[in-house]
């Protein structure tokens, strides 16, 4: 039996969320997972939620104590996850353009660990590209600085 586009975009979403928790070795609270395929820009980005904190890749070890082993946040590590990350967009851009369906022009992935659920939110619409100082990357800083508010609460 052959898989339906809705199998497939979830496998890939899925793999996104799974590269991130290994290079965390599956001690985070939350990923989020920020994904931009806007006109010829693609971009992506990832971040964590560890023990209560809300903490940007390369800022993993702020979030853990001193008994705990420290994370390998090295710039090669975390560009290995990004580039899975960027492979699994690109997959998804040319499934959507295969399977003649819209590709979003924004995805948010959070991932609950402890309630094993995965939250998608989707833009359609240009998010950035119409402003003068807007990019990929403003954009997702500002929404890991709405998820950091928003998880403190």
Not at 26 to 52: L, M, Q, T
Not at 98 to 124: C, F, G, H, W
Request: overall charge negative; some cysteine; aromatic content about 10%.
């Amino acid at each position: 039996m052959s898989k339906v586009f809705e199998d497939e975009f979830g496998e890939l979403q899925v793999d996104m969320v799974s590269i991130c928790m290994e290079n965390v070795e599956d001690r985070a609270d939350k990923v989020f997972v920020y994904c931009s395929c806007e006109g010829k820009v693609i971009s992506c980005s990832y971040f964590y939620k560890i023990n209560g904190i809300v903490v940007e890749r390369h800022k993993l070890n702020d979030a853990i104590g001193p008994q705990d082993s420290p994370y390998d946040v090295s710039p090669e590590r975390q560009r290995e996850v990004l580039d899975i990350i960027m492979e699994d967009l690109m997959k998804l851009r040319a499934l959507c353009k295969n399977s003649d369906r819209p590709m979003p022009t924004e995805i948010k992935l959070i991932y609950d660990v402890k309630q094993n659920r995965l939250n998608a939110d989707y833009q359609y619409e240009n998010v950035y590209s119409s402003s003068t100082t807007d990019t990929a990357d403003t954009v997702a800083d500002r929404w890991f600085e709405q998820m950091k508010l928003a998880e403190r609460a």
